[in-house]
């Protein structure tokens, strides 16, 4: 399997991304560190329906509200309580790195695409397993998109062998012709019948 790591500031395009990666192989994935941080921290408050936590993005345009489900707490703010205060004391920085890489061992595909990488001790886990050769670092540049209060930030892969991609995301369709032609020793051959709507 090939994994392909988008990095970049929020709105600087890795979701679109990952679903044009989708577009153009169909058996591709897209994964993200920040989906089982949420999704465990649902299942810690007992948020959840029939009987399994609620998605990830459940509370997505409510993530900076109080919420009695978080007994008060902002779903952001229990986030970071759950990675910062327990997750990362307790197993070490790299922890979401170990629980994505539990999660791709039982993946059948030829491509997963991690859609939100931020922290270089997470990425190293995943590259550490599948081998610098199946694996791409992609880091998304915008205007008017930065780390601007975000924890996350640019990552270098390079001491394990994975040399960055860099791509400027114009908002044309440049962008996806440059993401295509730079990976195109891990994407298939044939062109996708329809590119996803860019948002």
């Known amino acids: 399997m090939k994994i392909i790591f988008f990095n970049g500031p929020p709105g600087s395009g890795k979701d679109y991304a990952g679903r044009v990666i989708r577009s153009l192989c169909a058996e591709a994935h897209t994964v993200k560190f920040a989906r089982i941080l949420k999704e465990r921290t649902h299942g810690l408050y007992g948020i959840c329906t029939s009987g399994h936590p609620v998605p990830h ?16 707490f902002t779903p952001r703010q229990a986030y970071i309580a759950v990675s910062e205060d327990y997750l990362k004391p307790k197993h070490g920085e790299a922890v979401l790195g170990e629980l994505l890489l539990q999660e791709l061992r039982h993946l059948d595909g030829p491509i997963a695409a991690v859609t939100d990488s931020g922290f270089v001790e997470e990425a190293e886990k995943v590259v550490d397993h599948f081998g610098a050769a199946h694996c791409r670092l992609v880091r998304l540049h915008r205007d008017g998109c930065s780390f601007h209060n975000d924890s996350r930030g640019y990552i270098d892969l390079s001491h394990m062998g994975v040399t960055p991609i860099e791509l400027v995301n114009d908002g044309t369709s440049t962008f996806i012709e440059d993401l295509i032609l730079q990976l195109h020793d891990v994407l298939p051959k044939q062109q996708p019948t329809r590119l996803p709507r860019y948002l």
């Open 57 to 72: 993005d459940w509370f997505e345009d409510r993530k900076d509200e109080p919420l009695e489900e978080f007994l008060g």
